[in-house]
T-cell receptor
Framework: KAGVTQTPRYLIKTRGQQVTLSCSPI?????VSWYQQTPGQGLQFLFE???????NKGNFPGRFSGRQFSNSRSEMNVSTLELGDSALYLC????????????FGNGTRLTVT | DAKTTQPNSMESNEEEPVHLPCNHS???????IHWYRQLPSQGPEYVIH???SNVNNRMASLAIAEDRKSSTLILHRATLRDAAVYYC????????????FGEGTQLTVNP
């Protein structure tokens, strides 16, 4: 079974630009969540989608948004990029929203210059 | 979210067992104990989870205290590939996929 796939693997953007990251979950998984990882803040939850609806949102500004499609694939968007948005963005999928574990992709490394 | 406490770092020798402790004194009755590990330049990897009873899988064993206020991840024979940051996380049935990651335990495995 293929794991969680994130594209692109690396991205370099300039301040003020916007970026879209993509995530394909494990087949059959309906929950997709996004996390930001930085050396200073560690792993922080961004948001969770299940059945195309946002179910949970972390403490991030409105510049961070996401969506989930009917095939469970998900995208997250960051508008008006700031230097502090440089981070590893991780997507995880899960069979359901209960006890099932999360399976993470290897992330998209975003650098904002 | 209920909090977990782990040592910042631990060291082991190759082919020896490793016991990684985790304290979670404020765990609620419906919280599952999950363990993940993260190798350099990779996303976190699911290791094991449990509720009350001890659990085993091909990667590790999870020993849960009777009062559930602590647990121990056991790697039976450490290899160099087990060097990673290990995270102990509580996952409630109502928290969905919102996990709260602490700083975890950096495991070093010596050859």
């Amino acid at each position: 079974k293929a794991g969680v796939t994130q594209t692109p693997r690396y991205l370099i953007k300039t301040r003020g630009q916007q970026v879209t990251l993509s995530c394909s979950p494990i087949s059959g998984h309906r929950s997709v969540s996004w996390y930001q990882q930085t050396p200073g803040q560690g792993l922080q939850f961004l948001f969770e989608y299940f059945s195309e609806t946002q179910r949970n949102k972390g403490n991030f500004p409105g510049r961070f948004s996401g969506r989930q499609f009917s095939n469970s694939r998900s995208e997250m968007n960051v508008s008006t990029l700031e230097l502090g948005d440089s981070a590893l963005y991780l997507c995880a999928s899960s069979l359901d929203r209960g006890r099932s574990p999360l399976h993470f992709g290897n992330g998209t490394r975003l650098t904002v210059t | 979210d209920a909090k977990t406490t782990q040592p910042n770092s631990m060291e082991s020798n190759e082919e020896e067992p490793v016991h990684l402790p985790c304290n979670h004194s404020t765990i609620s009755g419906t919280d599952y104990i999950h363990w993940y590990r993260q190798l350099p330049s990779q996303g976190p990897e699911y290791v094991i989870h449990g509720l009350t009873s001890n659990v085993n899988n091909r990667m590790a064993s999870l020993a849960i205290a009777e009062d559930r206020k602590s647990s121990t991840l056991i790697l039976h024979r450490a290899t160099l590939r087990d060097a990673a940051v290990y995270y102990c996380i509580l996952k409630g049935e109502t928290s969905g996929s919102r996990l709260t990651f602490g700083e975890g335990t950096q495991l070093t495995v010596n050859p």
